[in-house]
């Protein structure tokens, strides 16, 4: 069955530090992946998204991982920023417009 | 930058009451979707619909919930009868766009007392 899931509930860095946060996920059809912030009070927002056919994006001060053969998929922010804390969440889907499948979050809190 | 509404941005309602919460897709959107959170928890999918049908629910979408796109603008969550256990934030999700990506709005925030 699907399942995306994060190996870290909270994360605390420095400000001006870099931030890497994981994800594993067992769908071997998994076809693309995203990473959503969430803020509090606030819905998913749309940071960075990859297929399965790449291994990295890069996007404005993220970078996206994808390692097939461990299931394994990264964030990457730099220089973190107070701006960034907030609740992260990998996703997946099976392609197209289908449902997304969230893992359950990891919370960035960044020490000024 | 368009975006994805709903109203309201909070509703209190009793067990065993019918509510409807209520979303605005962004407008040249074709897909709609209906996710929810319940506090401290991950976002789960409620429901998926294109065409005016749904094309895909989940377990948690059983037979008190609905959903419909009355007009053109407006997509719709109904609870019928409503239970302690649908308190949660239901976040409404549009796509359609040459990307996947579905864009999400800012929820509503349902408590059942």
């Known amino acids: 069955g699907e399942s995306v899931g994060l190996h870290l509930p909270t994360l605390s860095v420095q400000e001006g530090d870099n931030s890497i946060i994981n994800c594993a996920y067992s769908?071997?059809?998994?076809?693309?992946f995203i990473w959503y912030k969430q803020e509090s009070g606030k819905g998913p927002q749309f940071i960075i998204d990859i297929r399965s056919n790449m291994d990295k994006r890069q996007g404005q001060r993220v970078t996206v991982l994808l390692n097939k053969t461990v299931k394994h998929l990264s964030l990457q922010i730099a220089a973190t920023q107070p701006g960034d804390s907030a609740v992260y969440f990998c996703?997946?889907?099976?392609?197209?417009?289908?449902?997304?499948?969230f893992g359950t979050g990891t919370k960035l809190q960044v020490i000024p | 930058e368009p975006e994805v509404t709903q109203t309201p941005s909070h509703q209190v309602t009793q067990m065993g009451q019918e509510v409807i919460l209520r979303c605005v897709p962004i407008s040249n959107h074709l897909y709609f979707y209906w996710y929810r959170q319940i506090l401290g928890q991950k976002v789960e999918f409620l429901v998926s619909?294109?065409?005016?049908?749904?094309?895909?629910k989940s377990e948690i979408f059983d037979d008190q919930f609905s959903v419909e796109r009355p007009d053109g603008s407006n997509f719709t969550l109904k609870i019928r009868s409503t239970k302690l256990e649908d308190s949660a934030m239901y976040f409404c999700?549009?796509?359609?766009?040459?990307?996947?990506?579905?864009?999400f709005g800012p929820g509503t925030r349902l408590t059942v007392t």
């Open positions: 996703a997946e889907n099976s392609g197209g417009y289908q449902k997304v499948t």
């Open positions: 999700a549009s796509s359609g766009g040459p990307s996947y990506e579905q864009y």
């Open positions: 619909f294109y065409n005016n049908e749904i094309s895909e």
């Open positions: 769908n071997s059809a998994s076809d693309y």
